[in-house]
């Protein structure tokens, strides 16, 4: 089948073939080859086991395939609108209904214990009013307080930073939806010391 490359990143390409995208880690030929196989191979098996645990929860594309030897995971496509790409642009109610759906996607995820790790609006397209995230490469699975106050951190940074004048209201929009988890409050509290040693890294 023909593959059409979407994007080249830093670990991995991710194509297009039919109705599927297949995202490939690529060779580092920096790394010893038995080494750089291993890491490629650990990754590429993690990714797919937290894609897997988490379908059971909230939208992600869902696991076709796993392909150990070309290092290689072939998901569903799903066509859609990336939020990077769109939030922007969508009227304040629609931005307000989006950023609930993820604040309650992110609550069941952490009362799984699974840690997305890279929570940006690069990583979630809209697609049938739901919100599907993707990209669980750096994603891992703990109870901690404090890995899931991070990963709110990190999202909150990608929203002021990526673009979104009114970052502060989406954030407080996603934390609207975040309230359903179980440890909202607990969270919450870590959030701000989080937050806190943030900006005293910067001063000093
Ligand atoms: N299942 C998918 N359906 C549609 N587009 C996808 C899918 N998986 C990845 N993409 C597209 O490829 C891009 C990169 O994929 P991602 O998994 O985020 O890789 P990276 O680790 O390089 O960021 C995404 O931002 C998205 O545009
Ligand atoms: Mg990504």
Same mark, same amino acid.
């Given at each position: 089948m023909q593959e059409k490359i979407i994007q080249?990143?830093?670990?991995?390409?991710?194509?297009?073939?039919? #109705?599927?995208?297949? #995202?490939?880690r690529i060779k580092k030929s920096y790394r010893i080859h038995?080494?750089?196989?291993?890491?490629?191979?650990?990754?590429?098996?993690?990714?797919?086991?937290?894609?897997e645990k988490a379908s059971k929860i909230i939208p992600v594309? #869902?696991?076709?395939?796993?392909d150990e030897l070309k290092k290689e995971i072939v998901l569903d496509f799903v066509a859609g609108q990336k939020l990077s790409d769109n939030l922007g642009g969508f009227s304040r109610e629609k931005q307000g209904e989006i950023c609930v759906k993820i604040g309650e996607s992110i609550a069941k995820l952490h009362d799984s214990d699974i840690i997305h790790g890279d929570l940006t609006t690069s990583n979630m397209i809209l697609k049938n009013a739901e919100v599907y995230f993707i990209d669980f490469g750096l994603g891992f699975i703990s109870r901690k307080i404090e890995d899931k106050a991070?990963?709110?951190?990190?999202? #909150?940074?990608?929203?002021?930073?990526k673009h979104f004048g009114n970052w502060?209201?989406?954030?407080?929009?996603?934390?609207?939806?975040?309230?359903?988890?179980k440890d909202f409050e607990k969270v919450l509290k870590q959030l701000e010391k989080v937050e806190k040693r943030g900006r005293y890294k910067e001063r000093y």
């Open positions: 080249r990143g830093a670990e991995a390409v991710i194509f297009m073939a039919g #109705k599927n995208a297949i #995202k490939r038995e080494l750089d196989e291993k890491i490629r191979k650990f990754r590429t098996r993690s990714e797919a086991k937290l894609l594309p #869902k696991v076709e395939k796993i991070v990963d709110l951190h990190l999202l #909150k940074e990608a929203l002021e930073a502060k209201i989406l954030f407080d929009d996603v934390l609207k939806g975040y309230k359903i988890s």
